[in-house]
């Protein structure tokens, strides 16, 4: 499984960025996707998931300003990101998973650089 992101860098404050997550090697309607983040000295959380044929699911620090979207004929996922703010600098981290306990799988990506600054 492998799991391309891409889409960081610098943007100024109010600015606007659009992340992209290529899937391959995984049935990716089977899958929830999900961008993390994780901010220098700080725990990974999640920004936001988008389960296949369901409802999306966002942190509240982004919710309004943030829209994940998914794209099943290319196993692709984005992150729409407007109005951004210095308190969103941090790495993000495209995620997939499915099933729970044992039967549980999940998957990441290798991180893009999100800086937002003046």
């Known amino acids: 499984v492998q799991l391309q992101a891409s889409g960081g860098g610098l943007v100024q404050p109010g600015g606007s960025l659009r992340l992209s997550c290529a899937a391959s090697?995984?049935?990716?309607?089977?899958?929830?996707m999900g961008w993390y983040r994780q901010a220098p000295g700080k725990e990974r959380e999640l920004v936001a998931d988008i389960p296949s044929g369901g409802s999306t699911n966002y942190a509240d620090s982004v919710q309004g300003r943030f829209t994940i979207s998914r794209d099943s004929a290319k196993n692709m996922v984005y992150l729409q990101m407007n109005s951004l703010k210095p308190e969103d600098t941090a790495v993000y981290y495209c995620?997939?998973?499915?099933?729970?306990?044992?039967?549980?799988?999940?998957?990441w990506g290798q991180g893009t650089e999100v800086t937002v600054s003046s």
């Open positions: 995620n997939a998973d499915r099933g729970s306990g044992i039967a549980r799988r999940s998957f």
């Open positions: 090697g995984l049935v990716f309607g089977l899958y929830t």
